[in-house]
């Protein structure tokens, strides 16, 4: 006879393949772009820039009716030229008004469109979903479309450049999530750290994350080779977990690998801020900013495993996360 223990472990097993069911093709669909074997960067980067580089994180100043820019926005283009570069955490699919025309699923309620609202550029919106910093230089097909490098929207007139991007170099983090969420019914604690200590991958993205460093470096130097009078400022991804406790309904991995996934999410934002100040941008801590804001809190900026159409896709940013950033390059910009 079967004991109670089984039955509930049978149905974590299956309620964890399930999920896995659900949110594997996002996944697959935002690392199909990247490779293990994405060729090293070629940005000719220039020999000094002029950007200042700031760990600096200010609290936005609003009006009483919230609006970050103070009140009335100013007319397009009056602050001057701005291209947003970067993946889905800067394009933001389905947040809300999305245009599936190229495949890169860009909203108009992404961070680049409401710091251009806010501040009055004129924007150039090249952002695309499972982008990597090898997509600033190549092409990158999306569906049946080849889209240009994003870099071909940089030239000597632009005033403003902003850019997230890293985070589906090497496919970093559908390797994880796609290793940790089949483990989620095991008995153990930490099902998968030991998986991936086992088998010598922990080391391994650890390792990967140390490459985006550089990655990011030689893009923002290519950055500023290509538009020398821009200001440049990168953002970091958010928290996905807390610190503390879990929500397998939104996020289904064993409650003792959330810390691991925290690990690694910290890890490569450090990554790409680090590499972002060495390359001469200035950046914006959003993962220290969406402290609070992960996928299990009240008022969280990243989705859970489950796409809402009316909000965000599986695993991506809500409008809350790109208000939050968007304040956080507002600030910068004051």
């Not at 409401?114 to 910093?133: K, M, P, Q, R, W």
């Not at 889209?147 to 071909?152: C, I, S």
């Not at 008022?299 to 304040?327: I, K, Y």
């Amino acid at each position: 006879m079967s004991s109670p223990w089984g039955h509930r472990r049978a149905r974590r097993a299956r309620r964890a393949r399930l999920l896995v069911g659900v949110v594997a093709p996002t996944l697959l669909l935002l690392a199909a772009c990247g490779s293990d074997d994405d060729p090293p960067l070629d940005t000719t980067p220039s020999s000094e820039s002029s950007s200042e580089a700031s760990d600096e994180t200010p609290s936005p100043s609003a009006d009483s009716s919230g609006d970050p820019s103070g009140g009335t926005a100013p007319p397009a283009g009056e602050a001057g030229t701005y291209v947003a570069l970067g993946d889905s955490f800067a394009s933001a699919p389905l947040v809300p008004e999305t245009d599936p025309a190229d495949g890169c699923q860009r909203s108009t309620g992404n961070y680049p469109h409401l710091v251009a609202e806010a501040a009055g550029y004129e924007l150039t919106d090249v952002t695309c979903i499972a982008a990597s910093t090898t997509s600033m230089v190549g092409v990158q097909i999306t569906g049946e479309t080849q889209n240009l490098p994003q870099f071909e929207a940089l030239d000597e007139d632009v005033d403003l450049v902003t850019m997230t991007v890293g985070g589906n170099d090497f496919g970093l983090f559908s390797q994880l999530l796609l290793a940790c969420l089949p483990a989620a019914g095991a008995d153990q604690a930490t099902p998968c750290r030991q998986k991936l200590a086992a088998s010598g991958q922990e080391k391994v993205l650890l390792g990967q994350v140390d490459k985006i460093r550089g990655r990011i470096e030689a893009t923002t130097r290519g950055i500023l080779d290509r538009a020398p009078q821009a200001r440049v400022i990168v953002a970091d991804y958010p928290q996905l977990l807390p610190d503390q406790g879990s929500c397998p309904d939104l996020v289904p991995l064993a409650e003792g690998d959330y810390g691991l996934v925290t690990e690694l999410n910290k890890a490569l934002s450090d990554a790409v801020r680090t590499g972002a100040k060495a390359g001469g941008a200035e950046v914006v801590d959003v993962f220290k900013a969406s402290k609070g804001h992960d996928v299990c809190s009240d008022d969280p900026w990243v989705n859970g495993v489950q796409t809402d159409p009316e909000r965000a896709l599986a695993l991506h940013p809500f409008a809350e996360g790109q208000q939050g950033v968007a304040d956080l390059v507002l600030a910068k910009l004051r």
